[in-house]
T-cell receptor, first 114, second 112 residues
């Protein structure tokens, strides 16, 4: 079955640590995205990538970093510079950036800072 | 900038009741409009979409019509079920945009 996988499902981090969230897709999609979801809020875009070895900042990129070395993979690193990282993180992918392309979402990773 | 406004929840209904969740948007040009649903602890699933004015998206008994004149994309269902309990997000993507812009979500709770 094609889809998007995210791991881990739950992640706990101590203050000052960097952590990396995994996102893998086997849909052969070119575009991938990271969103952050806070309680009672909509999703906000952190980073997106249109093609391999290219990525762009979204609305709330500060304190985060990404890489896109393979088409299938788009890991997100939450650095110690992110002041309030506790949130639900969702990865998505689509065939391309055009507005008519459906974005498919992974199951999410819930990050908690202890 | 572009934005989406949804009615605040929670919306609490009895099974078989009629559902409306209001959504209005602000955007230049002709964005594509979407409704996503999120079940507890899960990611988002696309429920329906419309890519141009007067288009009606429909899926699983849910419908929404792209109204350019009122900049709205209200979600409706004639008879809700307990299994429809979830958070519903309205979203848009601008023609020249790069990612979805979401509303804050509306929680629907359906009781039997």
């Amino acid at each position: 079955d094609g889809g998007i996988t995210q791991s881990p499902k739950y992640l706990f981090r101590k203050e000052g640590q960097n952590v990396t969230l995994s996102c893998e897709q086997n849909l052969n999609h070119d575009a991938m995205y990271w969103y952050r979801q806070d309680p009672g809020q909509g999703l906000r875009l952190i980073y997106y990538s249109q093609i391999v070895n290219d990525f762009q900042k979204g609305d709330i990129a500060e304190g985060y970093s990404v890489s896109r070395e393979k088409k299938e993979s788009f890991p997100l690193t939450v650095t110690s510079a992110q002041k309030n990282p506790t949130a639900f993180y969702l990865c998505a992918s689509s065939k391309g950036l055009a507005s008519y392309n459906e974005q498919f979402f992974g199951p999410g990773t819930r990050l908690t800072v202890l | 900038g572009d934005s989406v406004t949804q009615m605040e929840g929670p919306v609490t209904l009895s099974e078989e009741a009629f559902l409306t969740i209001n959504c209005t948007y602000t955007a230049t040009g002709y964005p594509s409009l979407f409704w996503y649903v999120q079940y507890p602890g899960e990611g988002l699933q696309l429920l329906l979409k419309a890519t141009k004015a007067d288009d009606k998206g429909s899926n699983k008994g849910f419908e929404a019509t792209y109204r350019k004149e009122t900049t709205s994309f209200h979600l409706e269902k004639g008879s809700v079920q307990v299994s429809d309990s979830a958070v519903y997000f309205c979203a848009l993507m601008h023609q020249a945009g790069t990612a979805l812009i979401f509303g804050k979500g509306t929680t629907l709770s359906v009781s039997s």
